[in-house]
């Protein structure tokens, strides 16, 4: 019998060597033997992205050892730019029959792709499988590591529970059959930020979206490099076109409707606007008194558990 051909795409922009070296280290040590590679460098034409596309060739050095024919190194397409237009571009280019995707600064761990590819075989109607994964936030001396989802884990997630909250999170645990993309589109381009969740909740309109209850990759956090979530600008315009785009459905959800307005508020902290912070805060608490609630000691007891870890690191 025949083993279909994965198609892993790794997205990268701005990253130092041994991270994303690290990243194709860990699709080159997947367990799994038909994989093919994209790096897509999302670098500008100038002569910083002249020199990072050389430095690309050299890390991309642990695959090349394992299969140099099935690796492809690509600009991102037509002059777009961005982490949804280069994800794209790998879709365009993929041949596999699923592909999976990781971002530069996170890594899969060796069984992965095999057991997700197990998955998806025996349950065919899958329009995504994802995974467990470890969180470890560098910003910490050991650095800390946790469970990435924890009690948000769900082994089936349903449209409705997905614009409640994002409960699966980033590409990289992801390994989506090519035909899904054939079906319900690709990354949304018009979003700054939150196009993963977006494709999350797209997907599981039309397919079943299933989790596999076993850690397969290491997600990074306050890494080396530059991450979407550090620019809150970008996160509150993704956010509110994430909303709009689902209006009609999120606003007859009342526990949906809240979800979106109170990370709003949240962003709008992180970003230092405390007018629009206190006005979304209170807007959320009128929409469910509840949920406000059970978020606001979850939140403290995030902000309780951050500063023990700084005290002690």
């Given at each position: 019998?025949?083993?279909?051909?994965?198609?892993?795409?790794?997205?990268?922009?701005k990253?130092?060597?041994?991270?994303?070296?690290?990243?194709?280290?860990?699709?080159?040590?997947?367990?799994?033997?038909?994989?093919?590679?994209?790096?897509?460098?999302?670098?500008?034409?100038?002569?910083?992205?002249?020199?990072?596309?050389?430095?690309?060739?050299?890390?991309?050095?642990?695959?090349?050892?394992?299969?140099?024919?099935?690796?492809?190194?690509?600009?991102?397409?037509?002059?777009?730019?961005?982490a949804q237009?280069?994800?794209?571009?790998?879709?365009?280019?993929?041949?596999?029959?699923y592909i999976?995707?990781?971002?530069d600064?996170?890594?899969?761990?060796?069984?992965?792709?095999?057991?997700q590819?197990?998955?998806?075989?025996?349950?065919?109607?899958?329009g995504?499988?994802f995974?467990r994964?470890?969180?470890?936030?560098?910003?910490?001396?050991?650095?800390?590591?946790?469970?990435?989802?924890?009690?948000?884990?769900?082994?089936?997630?349903s449209?409705?529970r997905?614009?409640?909250?994002?409960?699966?999170?980033t590409?990289?645990?992801?390994?989506?059959?090519?035909t899904?993309?054939?079906?319900?589109?690709?990354?949304?381009?018009?979003?700054?930020?939150?196009?993963d969740?977006?494709?999350?909740?797209?997907?599981?309109?039309?397919?079943?979206?299933?989790?596999?209850?076993e850690?397969?990759?290491?997600?990074?956090?306050?890494?080396?490099?530059?991450?979407?979530?550090k620019?809150?600008?970008?996160?509150?315009?993704g956010?509110?076109?994430?909303y709009?785009?689902?209006?009609?459905?999120?606003?007859?959800?009342?526990?949906?409707?809240?979800?979106?307005?109170?990370?709003l508020?949240?962003?709008?902290m992180?970003?230092?606007d405390?007018?629009?912070?206190?006005?979304?805060?209170?807007?959320?608490?009128?929409?469910?008194?509840?949920?406000?609630?059970k978020?606001?000691?979850?939140?403290?007891?995030?902000?309780?558990?951050?500063r023990?870890?700084?005290?002690?690191?």
């Open positions: 019998m025949n083993k279909p051909l994965v198609t892993a795409v790794i997205t990268t922009y990253r130092k060597k041994e991270v994303i070296g690290r990243a194709v280290k860990s699709v080159a040590d997947q367990t799994y033997p038909y994989i093919e590679l994209i790096i897509v460098d999302d670098n500008r034409e100038d002569e910083e992205g002249k020199t990072y596309s050389a430095m690309l060739s050299e890390a991309a050095a642990p695959f090349i050892e394992r299969d140099e024919a099935s690796l492809r190194i690509v600009k991102t397409e037509d002059g777009k730019h961005g237009a280069a994800r794209n571009t790998g879709i365009h280019l993929a041949k596999g029959e999976a995707f990781l971002d600064d996170d890594e899969w761990l060796g069984a992965k792709i095999k057991k590819v197990e998955f998806i075989e025996t349950h065919p109607d899958t995504m499988c995974c994964g470890w969180r470890i936030n560098e910003a910490y001396d050991p650095p800390y590591i946790n469970d990435f989802q924890g009690e948000a884990f769900c082994s089936e997630v449209y409705k997905l614009l409640r909250g994002d409960n699966i999170g590409t990289s645990q992801a390994l989506i059959p090519k899904t993309f054939e079906k319900v589109g690709e990354f949304d381009e018009k979003l700054p930020a939150r196009q969740y977006e494709m999350w909740i797209r997907i599981a309109r039309s397919l079943p979206v299933r989790g596999l209850d850690h397969l990759f290491n997600y990074y956090k306050n890494g080396v490099g530059e991450q979407i979530t620019s809150w600008d970008k996160c509150i315009r956010h509110t076109l994430l709009q785009k689902y209006k009609a459905d999120i606003d007859s959800d009342r526990q949906a409707k809240f979800n979106v307005i109170f990370y508020a949240h962003y709008y992180c970003k230092g405390k007018k629009a912070m206190v006005r979304y805060y209170l807007k959320s608490l009128f929409i469910s008194p509840v949920c406000f609630w978020m606001g000691v979850l939140k403290l007891q995030s902000i309780k558990k951050d023990e870890l700084k005290k002690n690191g």
